[in-house]
């Protein structure tokens, strides 16, 4: 299939795995460019010589394009920005935060840039300085999230700029895809459904909380602070919410969040650890390998739109 | 300027009643967010004609920081 994303990234199918942290690491990213999506690995908190062996590992299980995800928040991200640079990376996403200040180092170096946005106003503010796509996310999706969904913001966005959209939170599946053409995006960016997949490395406790979650299982904490998270819901998000609803204080919050995404990805803690993940987790089924998953969507999404093609209005 | 750069801020950020002051922060005092503040700006590029570079939105602390950047980039 080809879009304006596909050409721009070098990539055969417009699906691009969401740099989640500690989940987005270089087998699943591996996995989801050598199926023909584009992998990206996720710098998040990690030092810069880790995101530097993750890259060079990556890159020794495919010869096809890895992106990296930058937090821009992070103190270290000027140096995660330089091992990309000097690894070689072509495509960077970037969350949380402003990516102005490292354009034109990736720009001059030919990297890709497409920040995540989440209002037509900070679309239009990246268009300017020299992004090559943005990512719509709707609040939908896993993690850190913004307000506006995913069906309102995306056509928003489309609207706005000129340059290509990916559409971001609530997509797991074909019928998901095929929505997301219909409203402007020429890719889309999927997290969830790809923490289960057979190449991703978190714990299998983790997994089963993704595939066993419900339509309402799907919790927002946070909201207090600014930085509202989404997760599955469990025993922490509660005491978390009770302790929200209580006036506590962030140090107070915050005690229970450090290192909670951790505890969930690395050590199977469902109790006391965050299992971040989007709205669509009730949709995520079962296991596969990412080119399952891929081939699965892009059939999928094809067998939909060429039967609504007969529709009339 | 002061004035102006209010009145953008009550509209544009459905704050119709709010007190701002010159030296009310964003974050601290107006509960004013990131996503807040790319709204603002864009709102400040239209009505006073100039380009504000996103690398120059971490400076925009306080209402009067605007204020004063506004002048030095000659708004009038």
């Given at each position: 299939m080809k879009t304006r994303i596909t050409e721009l990234l070098g990539i055969e199918y417009p699906i691009i795995q969401g740099g989640m942290a500690w989940v987005a690491e270089h087998r699943l990213a591996a996995a989801v460019s050598e199926a023909g999506g584009l992998g990206i690995i996720g710098a998040a908190s990690a030092p810069a010589e880790v995101?530097?062996?993750?890259?060079?590992?990556?890159?020794?299980?495919?010869?096809?394009?890895?992106?990296?995800?930058?937090?821009?928040?992070?103190?270290?991200?000027?140096?995660?920005?330089?091992?990309?640079?000097?690894?070689?990376?072509?495509?960077?996403?970037?969350?949380?935060?402003?990516?102005?200040?490292?354009?034109?180092?990736?720009?001059?170096?030919?990297?890709?840039?497409?920040?995540?946005?989440?209002?037509?106003?900070?679309?239009?503010?990246?268009?300017?300085?020299?992004?090559?796509?943005?990512?719509?996310?709707?609040?939908?999706?896993?993690?850190?999230?913004?307000?506006?969904?995913?069906?309102?913001?995306?056509?928003?966005?489309?609207?706005?700029?000129?340059?290509?959209?990916?559409?971001?939170?609530?997509?797991g599946d074909g019928r998901g895809f095929a929505a997301a053409l219909m409203l402007g995006a020429e890719a889309v960016q999927m997290g969830t459904r790809f923490i289960v997949a057979k190449e991703s490395i978190v714990h299998q406790n983790y997994k089963d909380k993704v595939i066993k979650a419900k339509d309402i299982d799907s919790e927002v904490t946070g909201m207090s602070t600014g930085h509202p998270v989404r997760q599955i819901r469990n025993p922490m998000t509660r005491e978390y919410l009770r302790l929200e609803k209580e006036g506590a204080g962030l140090e107070e919050l915050e005690s229970l969040t450090?290192?909670?995404?951790?505890?969930?990805?690395?050590?199977?803690?469902?109790?006391?650890?965050?299992?971040?993940?989007?709205?669509?987790?009730?949709l995520v089924r079962k296991e596969q390998t990412c080119r399952e998953m891929i081939e699965e969507i892009m059939r999928e999404a094809q067998m939909l739109l060429e039967r609504k093609a007969d529709l009339r209005i | 300027?002061?004035?102006?750069?209010?009145?953008?801020?009550?509209?544009?950020?459905?704050?119709?009643?709010?007190?701002?002051?010159?030296?009310?922060?964003?974050?601290?005092?107006?509960n004013v967010d990131s996503l807040d503040l790319f709204e603002l700006v864009m709102a400040l590029e239209e009505e006073f004609d100039i380009e504000i570079p996103s690398q120059d939105l971490e400076?925009?602390?306080?209402?009067?920081?605007?204020?004063?950047?506004?002048?030095?980039?000659?708004?009038?």
């Open positions: 995101v530097r062996e993750e890259i060079r590992k990556a890159k020794k299980l495919t010869d096809k394009p890895v992106g990296v995800n930058i937090m821009l928040m992070n103190p270290n991200a000027p140096e995660v920005a330089k091992v990309i640079l000097e690894e070689g990376v072509k495509v960077v996403t970037t969350g949380a935060g402003n990516p102005a200040r490292f354009m034109k180092d990736f720009k001059d170096a030919g990297v890709k840039v497409i920040p995540v946005v989440a209002s037509v106003a900070m679309a239009k503010m990246m268009e300017r300085c020299g992004a090559d796509a943005v990512v719509a996310e709707g609040t939908e999706s896993g993690g850190h999230i913004g307000s506006a969904t995913t069906m309102c913001l995306v056509p928003q966005v489309a609207d706005a700029v000129g340059i290509p959209v990916v559409a971001a939170g609530g997509i450090l290192g909670a995404l951790r505890r969930a990805v690395m050590d199977g803690d469902t109790v006391n650890g965050t299992l971040m993940a989007g709205q669509i987790a009730g | 300027m002061f004035e102006r750069v209010a009145a953008i801020i009550r509209e544009q950020l459905n704050m119709e009643n709010a007190d701002i002051k010159m030296q009310s922060s964003f974050k601290e005092d107006m400076q925009l602390i306080t209402v009067g920081a605007v204020v004063e950047y506004l002048k030095n980039k000659g708004a009038e």
